[in-house]
């Protein structure tokens, strides 16, 4: 049995991406309920980001969404970030709220429409160079809703040549992360709506090309780490858009709706190679924090991922791999459980504390006045919310 | 076979009921799109609903939603449609867009605001004796996106209390519809998501309550006809809310994404005793047409359900029952099909003009100005929406 | 924080029965694979479900299954079965292994059909009167492959006389069990497909009639505790036929494809009332070990409900309801995920030491020899096989 | 409006082939049904394919499933085909059916049973030199029923090293057509699980390697066509798997299901250079008939295939192109449902009677005696089955 002692070192360098949007409001189509102290600038978003970090230690970064994070000066925003202990990272395009953008974006069978999302995108690189950003993260809402709507063949090679001018505008040091999605907010199609896509896409942009892969964004039943263990397999998995779902793309907690779902990719990820100092997975969160909290939201969900990273490292490879080859199902899959139902909770609260953070994250927050100040001084002016 | 001439006369009566918030506009939590010439007011949502039963002649009646449809004197309402030839249908309640439910209405662990939810209920009816309507329908939000956020026990207990006190306002000839959905806006648990759910908190209150079937409120993969065969089996099948979908809650055109699910809700409400002038069952449609037009989307799925009701008349009972009996899985399958695939658009078209309605209600909508009209006409004010 | 000593007691008496032909050989469709030592006969059977209660403590039961486990004398089975240390438990029906069922049995149209399927559960029942059997479980595979090729509502109707007529053939202190189960073998449509049609069965029929629940009988996405809760509300939940799935009806060993899910459903047991020496609920496994060893997975299966249902003893159900009172989404989450993330294992294995069984009831067994010596002895004959 | 003259020509030469196994028995996990007159031999599979084509024109080949289908001698088999008027099409491979594949075949931990697996694929090679059959169909069993039984990527790269060796043993006419299923046989996960696994494997063998799409093996909600679409348009459409499902991979009749679906994978098929003389597409039925009867199944089934096709045709693309790139939604799928809602069964009937085929082929076949003599002379002997 693998020791927490022995892997403890692994944890040290762990860093999950908070998306900015995590902390305004958000909802569903049907109402978004409004919260006391929500951000109302990008600058708000990034000390509460900076809030999740600095009882953690896990979250040293910010991913931005273009337009809803636009300033005029990057490079100060950089240095306000700086100045609160994180740094920008992802930049997230949006071709999925403009009026022009109704029956597509990068698919569109309107030249000058497809031309202004390309333009976008390149507008999104020259903020990359700004922020110092590494990649450019395209989420594409782009399909139809009725059979017949659209032409899918079509609007696919349209996509591959958008992605190519775009891919053209990188930097030696940048890359592109093309997400996939089963559906929402097309409903008949969308179209780039499975891994298959996203990689036969981005494969045939080039090495700085790479899969976002989703959790929420699969049709029900699918194997996740499955296709974890493919796009590594294979070069190709970029990055992760942390979540959890029951249903459909409910974007909670991440671990939240399945933390043995969670477990199973994150051991996945150990095991092709996708964890550590050398990997190139970049590890973000994409959630909605609809009913609750929006900072301890945060902050749980960050956890949840290094709890389960720690459980995953504690799977026994050596003995793992001896009952895999013997055909000891029930040996193989105890060896698993036993990291699985390991509670590392107590160990990972020492680990903190022996780097100066506090033992129990949430109750540090909780306890830090933050909320209470922030519901107070921030009133007026618009609150921010993801979709705006 | 079973011809047309001799169904045609089942075709008359034929009523289905249109929702006022189908001519809104209407999105995905994403982004709404706005379209020229959307309503203002429920005057003229009712004027753009008696458009589309002056095409079909399918379409008397119109459903309201309570606050989004509220007026000073529905007594003027009530005459203002009946002057644009059409009537005041069911009335929807709306326990979803008060911050105050932000965790739930009639299962509130608050009293108060459970009282407020069930007050609302007690407004509806009022509305319901000045407009005529025969229905209330309830359609509830609530549920909870966590395990353990909320006691389900605790709120299936309570709604039921507060679907007690509603039911026992209702008017001797009013009905309280109860309508299920398996997911959304809540994720992890919905407080109704089932028919069985629905069926017996119905059956404790009474006669005059009733189940509404939603087409796109199931898990994938339900057989939807067999929950209509058993509604109406047991008594209890009040309304539907058609529409149809690809994945989640869709909201598209009923009859679009499967075409022959359709037929076989129809076939089962006619096997049933379903449809027809003696039938207890109202047909609405409850839509959302977030990229194509309004109202000849209403055209489209009124006519949808016309043509699949005449392919289920066409089902040639004698024979289905004979090959159903012998075990003759390829001929009582074969003898279904006959039905479905036969094109009874020509038909209808014919039987129309025998009536003083266009052949083609798409293309006279089309050619009749209506949407240049509104389009230059309704200019200021605010765009109604569903949702809003 | 609640403590596993204050709740240490409620684990005496635990009791989850096993099924006979878990320990025959099982597969799918396209293959039955064999192993060494499978049983022979009933009896063999009950011998290796003796080993699983002899390591647990937690099995004192065997369901049988009717013809699979007939016997000429059941009184003598019984004894053998005593003698081991275990008794007999729920008797399970067979109608859909005759070539007769192939159109259905309980739903037959020609009624000598019928009659015999009827026949059958009264022969049932004379057995549960010799071995003292409480349940008789109902699971039916009635049902249709192809539209049109069956009228549901006939097959229901004669499906609610059917049992009717069982139903009154019932002793005072016997009950009848209804599952139900989404599809398969059926493709089409199932019978008794859904929770709301066994319950509205079952009511029809009186108090002795239940429902039985089936965790992989469930459309994906199915919140299957949501149910539970249900049911027990409505005082019809009868048992469970416990095992667990990745999409279909697996029939896993329970626990093993989503612990959450069991955790989730054991809290509402416990919430509901259905756990401990007053329920009326049965505990049953219904698992097939296609790939694993039979009874290591056995042991392995109570051992799985027994942690879970510590665990769900171990929420802090007061501090549980502050919280969902409150509002507090993430503290009432949280109180839920910190019962489920405690590791109980250690605490069982000092629970069972002190009971005078082993600490590690899988590597007790392994350690027995009893695997060889069945390897070894059961040579020649017909193994037994899940539906054989 | 295209008209079915217009189009008639298209439908010439079209060919669906047909499986062997089809008019074997074939059943679930729980009971397989026999039928009097159910083959014992290839050779009455191949009188009974011989029949299919006969009353329809539309099935001139039979694919083989090894070792079903062995023979002493292929050349006569051959032969004994041609002069039934039918030709050996396809060759299957088969390891999910020996004791030693147990726990994988061409993915398997063992060298030795690896290679067992991959000389199963050089005999079917050599087979297919002599049978002609320009196709090496694999559909690999292989998979996990438990997380952490099985290393999914040493699976996979072992996967591709198989697949290596049996690609570089092709002869230069030959192909490999790798299919993919989303479960079943095993339940935690499948070696290749999805399109996008099955394309990268090919992918890397080169050009003589493709895709096999079976319409039944994909997750709830998946967007068939646009896979079928993607395919083509990477090169990679090998082959088709024609059923159809309404939840698991229930193999039943093609289009019995969801027409509508068939109808759009024709609808893209055609869009993408799929159907026609030219095209690289294998259109094959694979299919079980548990509880129709297996001649008159195919013989729908065919039927269905040439239907839906004819009415893919009848697409007026012109208009269609105008009304997507106009952003008509209603028009542009108005004017797919036109074609869809078009019933050319007259037309298809009329069209067979101009070549010598019966109008009606159903009613053709019931009135040949063919039935009736096979129950009457195929006695004794093993009926072939699915799976044997």
New interface residues.
């Given amino acids: 049995m693998t020791t927490f002692a022995s892997i403890a070192s692994q944890l040290e360098g762990q860093a999950i991406e908070l998306p900015s949007w995590a902390f305004g409001n958000?909802?569903?189509?049907?109402?978004v309920?409004?919260t006391p102290g929500t951000p109302r600038t990008i600058q708000e978003k990034l000390a509460d980001a900076a809030q999740v970090h600095g009882v953690t230690g896990l979250a040293p970064k910010v991913a931005l969404h273009i337009p809803w994070d636009k300033v005029e000066d990057y490079s100060a925003l950089r240095d306000f970030a700086g100045d609160l202990g994180v740094a920008l990272g992802t930049i997230n395009s949006n071709t999925?709220?403009d009026?022009v953008y109704?029956?597509g974006s990068l698919t569109h069978?309107d030249a000058a429409v497809r031309q202004r999302a390309i333009d976008h995108h390149f507008e999104c690189i020259d903020i990359m160079h700004a922020t110092g950003s590494q990649d450019l993260k395209i989420w594409l809402?782009d399909g139809t809703?009725?059979?017949?709507?659209?032409?899918?063949?079509g609007r696919?090679?349209r996509l591959a040549d958008s992605l190519g001018q775009i891919y053209a505008r990188l930097g030696s040091e940048q890359r592109l992360v093309l997400e996939y999605k089963?559906?929402?907010?097309a409903?008949?199609?969308t179209d780039v709506?499975?891994?298959?896509?996203s990689?036969?896409q981005v494969a045939a942009l080039g090495d700085k090309a790479m899969v976002c892969l989703d959790t929420g964004h699969?049709?029900?039943?699918?194997?996740i780490?499955?296709?974890v263990?493919?796009l590594?397999?294979?070069g190709k998995l970029g990055s992760f858009d942390f979540n959890s779902?029951?249903?459909?793309d409910?974007d909670?907690?991440v671990g939240?709706?399945?933390?043995?779902?969670l477990f199973?990719i994150m051991v996945?990820v150990v095991?092709?190679g996708g964890y550590g100092p050398n990997s190139p997975v970049a590890f973000m969160l994409d959630q909605c924090h609809?009913?609750?909290?929006k900072i301890?939201?945060q902050i749980?969900s960050v956890l949840n991922v290094q709890?389960m990273t720690a459980r995953a490292l504690l799977v026994d490879r050596e003995a793992?791999?001896a009952?895999?080859?013997a055909?000891d199902?029930?040996g193989?899959?105890?060896?698993?459980?036993d990291a699985?139902?390991?509670?590392v909770?107590g160990d990972l609260a020492a680990w903190r504390e022996g780097r100066g953070l506090p033992a129990d994250p949430?109750a540090a927050y909780a306890a830090s006045g933050y909320q209470a100040q922030i519901a107070a001084e921030r009133v007026g002016g618009t609150q921010s919310s993801?979709?705006a």
């Fill in positions: 958000s909802g569903t189509r049907f109402k309920f409004a999925f709220q009026d109704k029956f069978t809402a809703n009725y059979p017949g709507q659209g032409d899918m063949r696919q090679d089963f559906f929402e907010p409903f008949y199609h709506p499975d891994w298959g896509t990689y036969a699969h049709a029900p039943g699918t194997n780490e499955f296709i263990m493919q590594l397999r294979l779902r029951f249903y459909a409910d909670l907690i939240a709706a399945d933390p043995f779902q199973r996945e095991r092709g609809n009913v609750e909290d301890p939201g749980r709890e793992l791999d009952a895999q080859t055909g199902v029930l193989a899959n105890g060896i698993l459980m699985f139902y390991t509670d909770r949430m993801w979709g």
